[in-house]
């Protein structure tokens, strides 16, 4: 009964057994555990935006609405809807209708553009797709109507207000309800997510309803979060630390509070600390810092903080070691990745581990390997290159075949691109990178999009896009640009590149910082361009 989604690489049945078998997965889908949580905590308040409260009872009232209205569509189970939403509820009662009716949804950052939108929808074939009337001056309806013209098998759009509900929402929700029944198997895949990305185009990440019900138990087991804890979702809500470690449905699981905020500036999310007697927060280290560096700590009663988590991106141990002295709450470390692996450190770690280690696997399941360059595994303490594999971790990325014979080995490890160390104990650090990506304070850029849109551009002979240090967002992008002629040179400026990306329907945050026209690049001994010389340029 799962139901094989054309190029998605299934898990071998004997691992799929085992899993099942030794409890890693179970046979629930995810609405079926939000509906457990529900019967259980009915009156309990599920989730909290700047516009709307609503309890589990409620919740799962507004998700059986929406999904008669989706079915009543023509969308079904294995239908791809393309969900590109900011942090506002109806992002979490869509995913969840979706899932209702056994659809995926592909999902996208609100942040993201024309470029990135269409990928999806072409990639995955989307039915439909839904978004917001506009997002930071860009007249998203008006990419809606564009994108159903373009594409035909692009059947319906749907458009909320600005900040969630309006018309077309209210609309969807008029035409009955469903009655909560499983129409998917938990082997389904639940939701195709972007990945971190080192390609020309993003690639997309097939979890099914098991992988992401695992990643969720083991982040809420050792983590202490209870029905008792309220959870402020800051980062992007598609974003698998919104999602699942521990995200809206770690906090589903246990019947917690989720309080999502617009964003993470210490003049939104203070306010909201305060208001909801927030518990814990899941950051990325610019926020980190901004938070631990703002004057409006003072002005806000912050004492209900316990517990601050921060992954993403590499936090400095000078910034981590302010974090339980000067805010007074627990520091708990995560890396992770969209595929699947996350590791964090245990509540009760001592702070020398909790500033220098991102933590451990929360399961002997989770399978790491550290090795050498020749593949042998590198003794504890020394750096090597991580692969992993587990019942979190996805076989290969959605219809990319290529991509899957680089990134997975035959046995089904992926090769992370991370350099990490590992001590005795089994704690991880993350040391280095060796895939070709930037990591801007948690977003993840791949050089290669960025050099394959700056190449049509017909002042350019050739472009390097590399990452360069920054104190508050660890790396910043940098563009170096040949022109094709002098009299070029003068369309490559900052301004007019910059320009000429979004004009390319590419998403604001992955654009250059800094760009810097040369007469050539710096090559290695095997003539390929060096980019680790482009970065040292810099000092
Ligand atoms: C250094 N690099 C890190 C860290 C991620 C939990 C936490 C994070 C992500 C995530 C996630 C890092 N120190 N603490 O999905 O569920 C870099 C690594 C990694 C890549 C993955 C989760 N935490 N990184 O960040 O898919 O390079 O997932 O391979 O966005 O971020 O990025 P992403």
Redesign the pocket.
């Known amino acids: 009964e799962p139901l094989a989604l054309d190029g998605v690489v299934p898990f071998p049945p004997e691992t799929a057994a085992e899993y099942l078998a030794e409890g890693h997965w179970r046979d629930q889908t995810l609405p079926e555990l939000l509906f457990a949580t529900a019967e259980r905590f009915p009156d309990k308040l599920a989730v909290i935006d700047r516009k709307a409260e609503l309890s589990y009872a409620q919740l799962t009232d507004e998700v059986l609405r929406l999904a008669a209205g989706l079915q009543d569509l023509g969308l079904n189970r294995g239908d791809r809807v393309v969900v590109h939403l900011p942090n506002i509820y109806e992002y979490i009662a869509f995913v969840f209708a979706l899932w209702e009716i056994g659809a995926v949804p592909i999902v996208a950052p609100v942040a993201h553009r024309r470029a990135e939108i269409e990928h999806f929808i072409e990639i995955g074939e989307a039915r439909a797709y839904i978004t917001v009337a506009s997002d930071s001056g860009t007249d998203l309806a008006a990419m809606a109507a564009d994108l159903k013209a373009r594409w035909p098998q692009l059947e319906h759009t749907v458009v909320l207000e600005r900040d969630g509900g309006g018309a077309e929402y209210e609309a969807l929700q008029s035409k009955g309800s469903l009655e909560h029944a499983r129409r998917c198997s938990p082997q389904d895949v639940a939701l195709l997510q972007m990945?971190?990305g080192t390609t020309g185009v993003p690639k997309l990440m097939p979890h099914t309803h098991q992988t992401y019900g695992y990643?969720l138990r083991r982040?809420v087991g050792e983590r202490g979060i209870t029905e008792r804890t309220v959870h402020l979702l800051v980062i992007p809500i598609c974003?698998?630390?919104s999602?699942?470690?521990p995200?809206f449905l770690g906090a589903f699981s246990v019947g917690a509070t989720i309080v999502i905020a617009p964003n993470g500036s210490p003049d939104t999310a203070f306010p909201l600390i305060e208001k909801h007697g927030v518990t814990r927060v899941?950051l990325?280290?610019p926020i980190l810092l901004a938070w631990l560096n703002s004057s409006l700590r003072k002005s806000y009663d912050l004492s209900s903080l316990k517990t601050l988590m921060?992954?993403?991106?590499?936090?400095v141990e000078a910034v981590a070691s302010r974090v339980e002295p000067e805010f007074g709450v627990q520091l708990s470390?995560?890396?992770?990745?969209?595929?699947g692996l996350?590791v964090?450190n245990p509540a009760d770690v001592d702070r020398a581990t909790s500033v220098r280690y991102?933590g451990i696997p929360a399961s002997a399941a989770d399978e790491i390997q550290v090795i050498d360059d020749e593949g042998n595994d590198v003794p504890p303490g020394a750096p090597g290159h991580?692969l992993t594999r587990g019942p979190s971790v996805i076989r290969g990325y959605y219809r990319n075949p290529e991509q899957n014979a680089l990134a997975f080995t035959a046995d089904g490890f992926y090769r992370?691109?991370?350099i990490v160390e590992r001590d005795e104990r089994g704690f991880i650090r993350?040391v280095g990178?060796s895939?070709d990506?930037i990591?801007r304070g948690?977003?993840?850029i791949a050089p290669e999009e960025l050099e394959n849109a700056l190449l049509t551009h017909a002042g350019v002979h050739n472009v390097s896009v590399v990452g360069i240090d920054d104190d508050v967002l660890g790396e910043r992008v940098k563009a170096f640009l040949i022109p094709r002629s002098p009299e070029s040179a003068a369309e490559l400026t900052l301004g007019k590149l910059r320009q000429f990306l979004r004009d390319k329907g590419l998403a604001t945050f992955k654009l250059p910082d800094v760009v810097e026209v040369v007469d050539e690049f710096p090559y290695t001994a095997v003539g390929k361009v060096s980019k680790r010389l482009q970065r040292e340029l810099n000092y």
């Open positions: 990945s971190g990643a982040s974003h698998s630390m999602t699942r470690s995200g899941s990325v280290p921060c992954g993403g991106a590499k936090l470390q995560s890396f992770g990745m969209g595929e996350v964090s991102q991580l992370t691109g991370d993350v990178r895939k990506q990591n948690g977003e993840k």
